[in-house]
């Protein structure tokens, strides 16, 4: 079984309704929620995190700005909202020197991510010894991968990276089908993430509600 993390987001982005689409969804045994740097201003992010902590889930902040000053701003906003867990971002060894000493978990991307909706560049040999180096370094307990924004074979992809570091690793961006879920299951990820296609309706096409969406992939993940 792999985790199942449910993010408010869209197209890498949080969404505006964040905090009232997680109203609909707390209640469905959902254990970590995310949300993006981009897409709501600190306030709201705040407020967010708080009733997500309040909820009972584990609070996921993922890192997708491009620029190497607002990641560092986005690692300090993680660290004012006490987020659980700090995803993404593309400057490791700064932000897990940021970051030490406090209880997030960091798991930075793996391999070379860039744009916006971020894609994942370079070989698979490339990108699994950039998980070997990242998972190697003091204050990084997991890698993010974006598997499915890779342009070549993902199954060899995943496995590589499976096979190069002992940290978890957590799948994201793009998935949207349960057969995907069901492989990365396989391959053993410890989690992965569903965002845009939650919002798009793809996992149960015939029920519109957010919530039935959101059973859908639990149920697909075992969760």
Known sequence: MAEFILMLTRDDVTVDDALDIYDQVKGLGLRYVGFKDIGLPVDRLRRLTDAIRAGGQRVMLEVVSERHEDELRSARAALDLGVDYLMGGTHA???????????IRYFPFAGTVVGHPSVLRGTIQEIAESARRLGALPGVHGLDLLAYRYEGDVEE?????????????????????PAQ??????????????????????FAPHEPSIQAQVKAVLKISGS
């Open 157 to 177: 992809l995943v496995a590589a990276v499976m096979r190069a570091t002992p940290v978890p690793v957590v799948a994201a961006g793009s998935i949207s089908t």
């Open 181 to 202: 879920i069901r492989r990365l299951a396989t391959l053993g990820v410890w989690g992965f993430t569903v965002g845009t296609a939650i919002f798009e309706r793809q």
């Open 93 to 103: 060894d700064e932000v897990a020197r940021l970051i030490g000493g406090s209880l």
